[in-house]
Protein backbone atom coordinates (compact mmCIF):
# COMPACT_ATOMS: atom_id res chain seq x y z
CA UNK A 1 0.00 0.00 0.00
CA UNK A 2 2.83 2.55 1.24
CA UNK A 3 4.02 1.94 -2.44
CA UNK A 4 1.61 2.43 -4.34
CA UNK A 5 0.61 5.48 -2.47
CA UNK A 6 4.34 6.64 -3.23
CA UNK A 7 4.33 5.88 -6.87
CA UNK A 8 0.48 8.03 -7.30
CA UNK A 9 2.41 10.84 -5.68
CA UNK A 10 4.62 10.72 -8.59
CA UNK A 11 7.57 9.42 -6.45
CA UNK A 12 11.09 9.82 -8.46
CA UNK A 13 12.53 6.58 -7.38
CA UNK A 14 9.07 4.65 -8.25
CA UNK A 15 8.59 6.25 -11.56
CA UNK A 16 9.00 3.46 -14.54
CA UNK A 17 11.03 5.81 -16.65
CA UNK A 18 13.43 7.84 -15.43
CA UNK A 19 16.50 9.55 -16.52
CA UNK A 20 19.42 9.97 -14.04
CA UNK A 21 22.81 11.96 -13.99
CA UNK A 22 25.57 12.05 -11.52
CA UNK A 23 29.39 13.00 -11.44
CA UNK A 24 31.60 10.08 -10.56
CA UNK A 25 35.25 11.34 -10.21
CA UNK A 26 35.87 12.48 -13.81
CA UNK A 27 33.16 11.31 -15.16
CA UNK A 28 29.32 11.74 -15.97
CA UNK A 29 27.01 8.55 -15.10
CA UNK A 30 24.15 8.41 -16.84
CA UNK A 31 20.86 6.02 -16.36
CA UNK A 32 17.86 5.21 -17.91
CA UNK A 33 15.08 3.19 -16.51
CA UNK A 34 12.64 2.43 -19.18
CA UNK A 35 10.18 -0.54 -19.07
CA UNK A 36 10.98 -1.54 -22.83
CA UNK A 37 14.40 -1.45 -24.09
CA UNK A 38 15.42 1.69 -25.29
CA UNK A 39 19.15 2.22 -26.89
CA UNK A 40 17.95 5.45 -28.15
CA UNK A 41 21.53 7.86 -27.17
CA UNK A 42 21.22 10.45 -24.60
CA UNK A 43 21.92 14.60 -25.62
CA UNK A 44 24.53 15.69 -23.25
CA UNK A 45 25.05 19.36 -22.83
CA UNK A 46 27.98 20.94 -21.22
CA UNK A 47 28.70 23.86 -18.83
CA UNK A 48 30.10 25.51 -22.21
CA UNK A 49 27.27 24.95 -24.32
CA UNK A 50 28.33 22.42 -26.50
CA UNK A 51 26.62 19.15 -26.92
CA UNK A 52 27.92 15.30 -27.49
CA UNK A 53 25.88 12.20 -28.05
CA UNK A 54 26.16 9.31 -25.37
CA UNK A 55 25.07 5.80 -25.98
CA UNK A 56 23.94 3.98 -23.22
CA UNK A 57 24.19 0.66 -23.00
CA UNK A 58 21.17 -2.17 -21.44
CA UNK A 59 21.27 -3.72 -18.69
CA UNK A 60 18.92 -6.10 -16.53
CA UNK A 61 16.14 -5.01 -14.89
CA UNK A 62 15.20 -2.03 -17.58
CA UNK A 63 17.88 -0.06 -17.16
CA UNK A 64 20.50 2.01 -19.47
CA UNK A 65 23.80 2.77 -18.30
CA UNK A 66 26.66 4.96 -20.08
CA UNK A 67 29.66 7.11 -19.03
CA UNK A 68 31.33 10.32 -20.72
CA UNK A 69 34.58 11.82 -19.47
CA UNK A 70 34.47 15.21 -18.44
CA UNK A 71 36.63 18.23 -18.47
CA UNK A 72 34.63 21.14 -17.07
CA UNK A 73 33.35 22.09 -14.27
CA UNK A 74 29.38 23.39 -14.43
CA UNK A 75 25.83 22.09 -14.57
CA UNK A 76 25.89 19.27 -17.20
CA UNK A 77 22.30 18.91 -18.61
CA UNK A 78 21.42 15.04 -20.17
CA UNK A 79 18.18 14.79 -22.06
CA UNK A 80 16.64 12.14 -24.22
CA UNK A 81 13.89 14.06 -25.31
CA UNK A 82 11.12 13.56 -23.04
CA UNK A 83 13.29 13.78 -19.78
CA UNK A 84 15.79 15.97 -18.50
CA UNK A 85 18.45 14.86 -15.85
CA UNK A 86 21.34 17.69 -14.39
CA UNK A 87 24.65 16.97 -12.42
CA UNK A 88 26.37 19.17 -11.17
CA UNK A 89 30.48 18.66 -11.77
CA UNK A 90 32.92 20.56 -9.81
CA UNK A 91 33.86 21.47 -6.20
CA UNK A 92 30.75 22.04 -3.69
CA UNK A 93 32.21 25.49 -2.37
CA UNK A 94 33.39 27.39 -5.73
CA UNK A 95 35.48 30.15 -5.73
CA UNK A 96 31.99 32.74 -5.14
CA UNK A 97 32.18 30.97 -2.03
CA UNK A 98 35.37 31.04 -0.70
CA UNK A 99 35.73 34.52 1.01
CA UNK A 100 31.80 35.85 1.98
CA UNK A 101 33.00 37.94 4.80
CA UNK A 102 31.43 41.27 4.93
CA UNK A 103 34.13 44.29 3.86
CA UNK A 104 33.51 47.98 2.49
CA UNK A 105 36.68 47.47 0.49
CA UNK A 106 35.06 45.12 -2.08
CA UNK A 107 32.85 47.87 -3.03
CA UNK A 108 34.25 51.11 -2.30
CA UNK A 109 35.63 51.52 -5.85
CA UNK A 110 31.87 51.53 -6.78
CA UNK A 111 30.60 53.93 -4.72
CA UNK A 112 33.37 56.29 -5.26
CA UNK A 113 32.57 56.29 -8.52
CA UNK A 114 29.14 56.62 -8.34
CA UNK A 115 29.17 59.03 -5.42
CA UNK A 116 27.25 56.72 -3.34
CA UNK A 117 27.59 55.58 0.19
CA UNK A 118 27.17 52.28 2.43
CA UNK A 119 24.92 51.62 5.11
CA UNK A 120 25.59 48.82 7.37
CA UNK A 121 22.24 46.97 8.23
CA UNK A 122 22.93 46.00 11.52
CA UNK A 123 24.79 49.78 13.04
CA UNK A 124 21.10 50.62 14.32
CA UNK A 125 20.88 54.04 12.01
CA UNK A 126 18.85 53.83 9.38
CA UNK A 127 19.11 56.09 6.60
CA UNK A 128 16.65 58.68 5.66
CA UNK A 129 15.69 58.42 1.88
CA UNK A 130 15.69 61.32 -0.01
CA UNK A 131 15.48 61.71 -4.13
CA UNK A 132 18.27 63.71 -5.88
CA UNK A 133 19.24 65.42 -8.26
CA UNK A 134 21.37 63.55 -11.39
CA UNK A 135 25.03 65.20 -10.75
CA UNK A 136 24.79 65.37 -6.84
CA UNK A 137 25.66 62.97 -4.00
CA UNK A 138 23.99 59.90 -3.51
CA UNK A 139 24.72 59.78 0.53
CA UNK A 140 25.41 61.51 3.20
CA UNK A 141 25.59 60.95 7.05
CA UNK A 142 22.51 59.91 7.96
CA UNK A 143 20.96 59.45 4.16
CA UNK A 144 20.64 58.00 0.70
CA UNK A 145 19.36 58.94 -2.10
CA UNK A 146 18.39 58.51 -5.52
CA UNK A 147 18.68 59.96 -8.58
CA UNK A 148 15.94 61.20 -10.41
CA UNK A 149 17.48 60.63 -14.08
CA UNK A 150 14.48 61.12 -15.69
CA UNK A 151 14.76 58.25 -17.53
CA UNK A 152 11.84 56.32 -18.68
CA UNK A 153 9.38 56.02 -21.58
CA UNK A 154 5.67 55.69 -22.11
CA UNK A 155 4.96 53.47 -24.90
CA UNK A 156 1.33 53.72 -24.41
CA UNK A 157 -1.52 53.58 -21.85
CA UNK A 158 -5.39 52.12 -21.84
CA UNK A 159 -7.84 53.43 -19.84
CA UNK A 160 -10.88 50.67 -19.01
CA UNK A 161 -14.10 51.56 -16.78
CA UNK A 162 -13.86 49.13 -13.69
CA UNK A 163 -17.74 48.22 -14.30
CA UNK A 164 -19.79 48.89 -17.74
CA UNK A 165 -22.08 51.76 -16.84
CA UNK A 166 -25.18 49.48 -17.02
CA UNK A 167 -23.45 47.56 -14.15
CA UNK A 168 -22.39 50.04 -12.21
CA UNK A 169 -26.36 51.42 -12.48
CA UNK A 170 -27.81 47.99 -11.78
CA UNK A 171 -25.18 47.89 -8.95
CA UNK A 172 -26.48 51.26 -7.10
CA UNK A 173 -30.39 50.25 -7.45
CA UNK A 174 -30.26 47.40 -6.18
CA UNK A 175 -28.30 48.36 -3.63
CA UNK A 176 -30.58 51.76 -2.48
CA UNK A 177 -33.78 48.90 -3.24
CA UNK A 178 -32.22 46.89 -0.96
CA UNK A 179 -31.66 49.73 2.09
CA UNK A 180 -34.86 50.59 1.42
CA UNK A 181 -36.45 47.11 1.96
CA UNK A 182 -34.79 46.66 4.96
CA UNK A 183 -35.67 50.20 6.43
CA UNK A 184 -39.06 49.25 5.29
CA UNK A 185 -39.33 46.21 7.84
Do not use: C, H
Not at 168 to 177: E, K, N, P, T
Amino acid sequence: MRRLAYWLMKEPDLDENDLRATVEGGRLVVTRQSLEPDNAPVTVTAPDGSRKSLKLTPQEGGRSVGELAISQMGLYRVSDGSKVALAAAGPLNPIEFSDVITTPDKLAPVVAATGGGIFWAGSGVIPEVRRVAAGDSAAGRDWIGFRANGDYTVSGFTEIPLLPAVAALALIVGGLLAAWRREGR
